[in-house]
């Protein structure tokens, strides 16, 4: 596809259920990044992937939460036992990896609207 | 206290007015400063880009980064009602690949 594209739209999920996230990137994009971002609020950095290798998780807020992107494509996040501030947009984004000839762009998906009842 | 602070608005201006939108920052290590507008109920998406110090303009959009002060700043001329979203400021460190800190947004209404 042209863009990146994330899947579903909208969850909506009873506490304590496990959600699945799933975000297909820019075709022949190395990086990716998982963003969360809470109502009025700006996205806040999850975790990075380049290719299939997960660099940094460091935003991920509790171990509830795991991102995986095995084939260096296609990547998906996952929550478990969900509670209610885990309600938010998750936005991924893929990118070109950051060189001194290009800005690195960050083209960020839809998003996928989580509300957790 | 957050790295990247950013009036929240909202801001409402006539249509042809200057729009004036600004972030200060905390980290010293910020060296890439970036605009995104954000539609409702759709993605950020890339507006600005600026290395370190200086100005860019583009169209009737200007970039302005004052590093000694910590303080940038995104300025819209002629604004019109299509530049109606919400502006986040964002940025990163050298070396810090394209994980970007972002500011709250600020919502911009331009009224008929």
């Known amino acids: 596809g042209a863009g990146v594209s994330q899947s579903p739209r909208y969850k909506v999920a009873k506490r304590g259920q496990d959600v699945a996230l799933r975000c297909d990137p820019i075709?022949?994009?190395?990086?990716l990044f998982w963003y969360q971002q809470a109502l009025g609020q700006g996205p806040e950095f999850l975790t990075y992937?380049?290719?299939?290798?997960?660099?940094?998780k460091s935003g991920l807020p509790s171990d509830r939460f795991f991102a995986e992107r095995p084939e260096g494509s296609v990547s998906t996040l996952k929550i478990q036992r969900t509670q209610q501030e885990d309600s938010a947009v998750y936005l991924c984004?893929?990118?070109?990896?950051?060189?001194?000839?290009?800005?690195?762009?960050?083209?960020f998906g839809e998003g996928s609207r989580l509300t957790v009842l | 206290q957050k790295e990247v602070e950013q009036d929240p608005g909202p801001l409402s201006v006539p249509e042809g007015a200057i729009v004036s939108l600004n972030c200060t920052y905390s980290n010293s290590a910020f060296q890439y400063f970036m605009w995104y507008r954000q539609y409702s109920r759709k993605g950020p998406e890339l507006l600005m880009y600026t290395y370190s110090s200086g100005n860019k303009e583009d169209g009737r959009f200007t970039a302005q980064v004052d590093k000694s002060s910590k303080y940038i700043s995104l300025f819209i001329r002629d604004s019109q009602p299509s530049d109606s979203a919400t502006y986040l400021c964002a940025m990163s460190p050298a070396g810090g690949g394209n994980k970007l800190t972002f500011g709250t947004g600020t919502q911009l209404k331009v009224e008929l």
């Open positions: 075709s022949g994009h190395v990086s």
């Open positions: 992937f380049q290719n299939e290798a997960q660099l940094d």
């Open positions: 984004a893929s990118s070109e990896p950051l060189t001194p000839t290009n800005t690195g762009e960050l083209f």
